[in-house]
């Protein structure tokens, strides 16, 4: 068991390995914008290009323990999260602008908490500046110089691992300020931006297999990290529970729109793959200043990184979008759908006979068409 004054120690500790730079008066004389964040799988409205100049970029994280439940038999797990969502939520700027994030971690917790941005530069990605106690908030500025998707996360001096595997990071996505653009320099666009954050989760189990409940989070700590040391999940999740987005949590599309999918996971690798689509555009590692690879069928995204996958839907119908580790997705939750709505299209796929018994000495339509030949 982990005690709140045990983890204060050690965030007080960590906090006096890197010496804090002093305290900068706000000298820039940008526009600011605010922005409401929203949960996974939806992002907030953003512009994909823009000819306006750079900007300061506001964002409001707010920390949450809490208990949630992480599958149909009703297993309880206790979280740890940006604004209550597992994954955080996806923030969306563009090469040049400021990133402004005020971290909050109201007395309702328990432990310590940071952030560390991989798309920030220095001071451990801001973990070194970030770390707030109950009852605390800071503010954060740094600027994003790389374009792509990049993951964050809470990284507090010996507990990074289970604070990140209880569910504590997002992604962001820094768009070049001209837009997306293929190999050959034309333009791309979406019309619709989902975010998928995967999530292995380790949850105890009593002498009896069952899994087991505590009242807080720092409960959890001791059992937990014992079950994460033998590096075998109990649930590998999208957006923090088995089923939150597929059936009538399904993501949403119609023939003719393209889609991109922003896909993290910040502890391992994994394979997503669209059963029935593809991968029109891919940036597998996230960075938009690398061309695009195209018509990839599985995508394979680093432990501690976010991709990106353009996909056109050309037909309707239910697609299962999952890790193809498919002990993962079908056995332990790693599995979301799209429902897609349009006309179907005979010349992609038709059933050119339906399922039957097989008749004695009769041919197949192939074998017809052969013999008739």
């Given at each position: 068991m982990i005690t709140r004054r045990i983890a204060f120690l050690g965030a007080a500790a960590a906090a006096l390995i890197?010496?804090?730079?002093?305290?900068?008066a706000d000298d820039l004389k940008l526009p600011r914008?605010?922005?409401?964040?929203?949960?996974?799988?939806?992002v907030h409205p953003h512009e994909q290009a823009t000819k306006e100049g750079p900007k300061i970029i506001e964002f409001k994280l707010t920390i949450k323990e809490e208990e949630v439940v992480i599958d149909e038999a009703g297993t309880k797990f206790q979280a740890m999260t940006f604004n209550g969502s597992m994954p955080g939520p996806l923030m969306v700027v563009h090469e040049g602008d400021y990133v402004e994030v005020t971290l909050v971690n109201p007395e309702t917790n328990a432990m310590p908490h940071n952030i560390d941005f991989h798309a920030a530069t220095g001071a451990l990605g801001g973990g070194a500046l970030t770390h707030?106690?109950?009852?605390?908030?800071?503010?954060?500025?740094?600027?994003?110089?790389r374009t792509g998707t990049f993951v964050y996360h809470c990284a507090p001096e010996g507990m990074i691992p289970w604070h990140v595997v209880s569910g504590m990071h997002g992604?962001?996505?820094?768009?070049?300020?001209?837009?997306?653009?293929?190999?050959?320099?034309?333009?791309?666009?979406?019309?619709?931006?989902?975010?998928?954050?995967?999530?292995?989760?380790?949850?105890?189990?009593?002498?009896?297999?069952?899994?087991?409940?505590?009242?807080?989070?720092?409960?959890?700590?001791?059992?937990?990290?014992?079950?994460?040391?033998?590096?075998?999940?109990?649930?590998v999740v999208f957006n923090g529970k088995v089923g939150a987005l597929t059936g009538k949590n399904a993501m949403t599309a119609k023939v003719g729109e393209t889609v991109m999918i922003v896909h993290s996971q910040a502890n391992r690798d994994t394979r997503p793959h669209l059963i029935g689509g593809h991968g029109d555009y891919v940036w597998e590692t996230g960075k938009f200043i690398n061309p695009p690879?195209?018509?990839?069928?599985?995508?394979?995204?680093?432990?501690?990184?976010?991709?990106?996958?353009?996909?056109?839907?050309r037909q309707?119908?239910?697609y299962a979008y999952v890790n193809h580790n498919l002990i993962e997705a079908v056995e332990l939750g790693a599995s979301a759908h799209f429902k897609v709505e349009g006309e179907w299209n005979n010349d992609l796929m038709k059933q050119v006979q339906p399922p039957g018994p097989i008749l004695p000495g009769k041919s197949s339509a192939a074998e017809t068409v052969v013999k008739i030949r």
């Open positions: 890197v010496a804090a730079p002093a305290l900068a914008q605010a922005v409401e964040l929203v949960a996974p799988p939806f707030v106690s109950p009852g605390e908030q800071v503010v954060l500025r740094w600027k994003a110089t992604t962001v996505m820094v768009l070049p300020r001209d837009g997306l653009k293929n190999r050959e320099g034309k333009a791309l666009r979406y019309d619709r931006l989902y975010y998928v954050g995967e999530n292995d989760l380790y949850v105890p189990k009593d002498e009896k297999g069952k899994y087991k409940t505590y009242e807080t989070v720092g409960e959890s700590f001791a059992d937990t990290t014992e079950v994460m040391r033998k590096l075998i999940p109990t649930h690879e195209k018509d990839l069928e599985t995508w394979f995204i680093r432990g501690g990184s976010a991709g990106a996958a353009l996909y056109t839907f309707p119908g239910i």
